[in-house]
């Protein structure tokens, strides 16, 4: 069975450029979500989706980011206009629906580098 | 414990050696916690969880110790190994919540 797969792995671009990050989550998961981690600090949560629905996106961290997962399969988020403070490593991961657990399944990140 | 600046805590130990690897969490209301670790080019991994009515729990060479009076979370391994190299963290859940909240991470790096 096929893991969570990001997509790009690693994205150089200017400040002020546009960059959408692709999060395909593992079969049947309805549950989504995306982090971040800027270089040696914490894994911060951004936000989460149940299927299709944002359930919450206190983590999100202005206007400028924008996540849809329409149809409740892949996801994508969208930095526009990028900043120098976006760069970090974008984490993707899902789980399925049940009861609380904190075993969520992680992609391999996307890094993202804004100059 | 964690450090202030930029740099993570890193814990180094020489193969065969028992580790320890700990953790503060804040949130009086976290009764559920996990931990995961991320090796160089991966994503987190799940390793062991540990819910507020257990102060411990053991797995394959790893046991979690959880002291809720102090709000102190630890990991042992046991005999660590080259392969348990790696970025370690734990994460605490409020009770109902589904978003896992995680620490900085502790570098681990044993020593052939």
């Known amino acids: 069975e096929a893991g969570v797969t990001q997509f790009p792995s690693h994205s150089v671009i200017e400040k002020g450029q546009t960059v959408t990050l692709r999060c395909d989550p593992i079969s049947g998961h309805d549950n989504l979500y995306w982090y971040r981690r800027v270089m040696g600090k914490e894994i911060k949560f951004l936000l989460h989706?149940?299927?299709?629905?944002?359930?919450?996106e206190s983590g999100m961290p202005n206007n400028r980011f924008l996540a849809e997962r329409t149809g409740g399969t892949y996801s994508t988020l969208k930095v526009q206009p990028a900043e120098l403070e976006d760069s970090g490593v974008y984490f993707c991961?899902?789980?399925?629906?049940?009861?609380?657990?904190?075993?969520?399944?992680f992609g391999e990140g996307s890094r993202l580098t804004v100059l | 414990g964690e450090s202030v600046g930029l740099h993570l805590p890193t814990l180094s130990v020489q193969e065969g050696d028992n580790s320890i690897i700990n953790c503060a969490y804040s949130n009086s209301a976290s009764d559920y916690f996990i931990w995961y670790k991320q090796e160089s080019g991966k994503g987190p991994q799940f390793i062991i969880d540990i819910r507020s009515n257990m102060d411990k729990r053991q797995g394959q060479r790893v046991t979690v110790l959880l002291n809720k009076t102090v709000k102190h979370l630890s990991l042992q391994i046991a005999a660590t190994q080259p392969g348990d190299s790696a970025v370690y963290f734990c994460a605490e859940m409020p009770g109902g919540s589904y978003i896992p909240t995680f620490g900085r991470g502790t570098s681990l790096i044993v020593h052939p």
């Open positions: 989706f149940v299927k299709e629905s944002k359930q919450d």
């Open positions: 991961a899902s789980s399925p629906l049940g009861p609380v657990t904190g075993e969520l399944f």
